[in-house]
T-cell receptor
Framework: LAKTTQPISMDSYEGQEVNITCSHN???????ITWYQQFPSQGPRFIIQ???TKVTNEVASLFIPADRKSSTLSLPRVSLSDTAVYYC???????????????FGKGTKLSVKP | KAGVTQTPRYLIKTRGQQVTLSCSPI?????VSWYQQTPGQGLQFLFE???????NKGNFPGRFSGRQFSNSRSEMNVSTLELGDSALYLC??????????????FGSGTRLTVV
């Protein structure tokens, strides 16, 4: 499984756009990129997932360059409630490998200030 | 629809005792995974069950065990509790267990404190 590297922490203000970049130099052909959000004393929550180019949902956007060695989670107009830890995960999809074993790194602790 | 339900929410046990935690996945989900989260080690994978079979196991001692029932509900058991077992235990479910492609849904966890 590809190792991921993210900033340990980031600060932002309400209303700003936040971009969290994750590096995954050893990503494999079969690997998907998935982001989770976690609030204190709660389980991680699936935010978004992508394989290449750009994916957007009602919560965030995920930008993946052509070489797929990095990805950027974009949170538009953050609010105080977006203060959480964000995890970038890289692993295989529907190809029969690594079932169930999500590898979480340290994540990025995002603090949104008023 | 109902999410992943973990019981109990909080638990205090004494060293040397054993404990059983329960997880009810989302209806229709056949894969259940367990994770341990501590401030020092972060989120660590314990094991994964799919259709009542353990399919994957993390690097934890044999004191940690689990099982899955025919209705996909899962339990994990920790025997001979140690102080270091104090943690938030999280359960996650997915339809097929290929969570990297379709995402996992986590429960709120069971906070275990060993004294």
């Amino acid at each position: 499984l590809a190792k991921t590297t993210q900033p340990i922490s980031m600060d932002s203000y309400e209303g700003q756009e936040v971009n969290i970049t994750c590096s995954h130099n050893n990503i494999a052909t079969n690997d998907y990129i998935t982001w989770y959000q976690q609030f204190p004393s709660q389980g991680p929550r699936f935010i978004i997932q992508g394989y290449k180019t750009k994916v957007t949902n009602e919560v965030a956007s995920l930008f993946i360059p052509a070489d797929r060695k990095s990805s950027t989670l974009s949170l538009p107009r953050v609010s105080l409630s977006d203060t959480a830890v964000y995890y970038c995960l890289v692993g295989e999809g529907n190809y029969g490998g690594s079932q169930g074993n999500l590898i979480f790194g340290k994540g990025t602790k995002l603090s949104v200030k008023p | 629809k109902a999410g992943v339900t973990q019981t109990p929410r909080y638990l205090i046990k004494t060293r040397g005792q054993q404990v059983t935690l329960s997880c009810s996945p989302i209806s229709g989900h056949r894969s259940v995974s367990w994770y341990q989260q501590t401030p020092g080690q972060g989120l660590q994978f314990l094991f994964e069950y799919f259709s009542e079979t353990q399919r994957n196991k993390g690097n934890f001692p044999g004191r940690f065990s689990g099982r899955q029932f025919s209705n996909s509900r899962s339990e994990m058991n920790v025997s001979t509790l140690e102080l270091g077992d104090s943690a938030l235990y999280l359960c996650a479910s997915s339809q097929t267990g290929t969570g990297y492609a379709d995402g996992y849904t986590f429960g709120s966890g069971t906070r275990l404190t060993v004294v």
